[in-house]
T-cell receptor, first 117, second 118 residues
Framework: AQSVTQPDIHITVSEGASLELRCNYS??????LFWYVQSPGQGLQLLLK??????LVQGIKGFEAEFKRSQSSFNLRKPSVHWSDAAEYFC???????????????FGKGTKLSVKP | ETGVTQTPRHLVMGMTNKKSLKCEQH?????MYWYKQSAKKPLELMFV???????ENNSVPSRFSPECPNSSHLFLHLHTLQPEDSALYLC?????????????????FGPGTRLLVL
C-alpha cells in the first residue's frame, strides 16, 4: 500500500541555522510530490512540488527539496531558517489514476518546526 | 476574494444541532475536496468532487453530508455529530487535467473551519 513517512515529529533549530525535514514514501513508481506548510490556525500553503524533470526543486520562502529515487525520499531544505518559519510542515504524495479521475494525495503526519532565537 | 475561502472559521455546536460548512474557490478549478485534520492524526480525505460529481467518499459516516451545487462551491452539512468529530475541516480545490495527461492537479487549501462538538 502507498504510504508517506515523516520520521521527525518535532524539530528545533536556531535562527540562522540550516534545516532539513525528511520525507519518505512507499510506492512502486515515481509519484508526484508536494510540501505544504501550516501556520497555527491556518490552512495549508503550498511550498513546492515535483512532477518530473530536475530533481532539485525550488519553492517559495527560500525552501528547496530534492527528489532521490533510489532512497524514495523528498527532503525539504532551507539554508538559513527565520523565526517566521516556525510552523508545521507536511509532505504529500500523489498517485495519479490513469484514465482521467483525479489523483488523490496521501499526507504524512507532519513535522513541527520550532525556531530558537 | 482570492484563492479558497471557508466560512465560518470557528463553529461550536451541540450533538443535536444541524449546521453547514461552506467553501468557495475563486481559482476556476473543477475539483474540490473536504479533509478532516485531527490532533496527532494525518490529514484525512473525506470527499472529492470532480466536475460537481462525487468521485470519492472515504467511508465517512452519514452524519457528514457533502453538497456541490457548482464547481465553485462546496458544502459540508453536519447533523448529530459526536465529540470525536471535533477537528479542523479543510477544503481544497484543484484543476483536474482529465484524460489528456498523466499529471494530477495541485491542491490549494482554504484556512479551515475549527469545529468543536459539545
Amino acid at each position: 500500500a502507498q504510504s508517506v513517512t515523516q520520521p521527525d515529529i518535532h524539530i528545533t533549530v536556531s535562527e540562522g541555522a540550516s534545516l532539513e525535514l525528511r520525507c519518505n514514501y512507499s510506492y512502486g513508481a515515481t509519484p508526484y510530490l508536494f510540501w505544504y506548510v501550516q501556520s497555527p490556525g491556518q490552512g495549508l500553503q503550498l511550498l513546492l512540488k515535483y512532477f518530473s524533470g530536475d530533481t532539485l526543486v525550488q519553492g517559495i520562502k527560500g525552501f528547496e527539496a530534492e527528489f532521490k529515487r533510489s532512497q524514495s525520499s523528498f527532503n525539504l531544505r532551507k539554508p538559513s531558517v527565520h523565526w517566521s518559519d516556525a510552523a508545521e510542515y507536511f509532505c504529500a504524495v500523489g498517485f495519479p489514476n490513469y484514465g482521467g479521475s483525479q489523483g488523490n494525495l496521501i499526507f504524512g503526519k507532519g513535522t513541527k518546526l520550532s525556531v530558537k532565537p | 476574494e482570492t484563492g479558497v475561502t471557508q466560512t465560518p472559521r470557528h463553529l461550536v455546536m451541540g450533538m443535536t444541532n444541524k449546521k453547514s460548512l461552506k467553501c468557495e474557490q475563486h481559482l476556476g478549478h473543477n475539483a474540490m475536496y473536504w479533509y478532516k485534520q485531527s490532533a496527532k492524526k494525518p490529514l484525512e480525505l473525506m470527499f472529492v468532487y470532480n466536475f460537481k460529481e462525487q468521485t470519492e467518499n472515504n467511508s465517512v459516516p452519514s452524519r457528514f453530508s457533502p453538497e456541490c451545487p457548482n464547481s465553485s462551491h462546496l458544502f459540508l452539512h453536519l447533523h448529530t455529530l459526536q465529540p470525536e468529530d471535533s477537528a479542523l475541516y479543510l477544503c481544497a480545490s484543484s484543476q483536474d487535467p482529465g484524460t489528456s495527461g498523466t499529471r494530477i492537479g495541485t491542491q490549494y487549501f482554504g484556512p479551515g473551519t475549527r469545529l468543536l462538538v459539545l
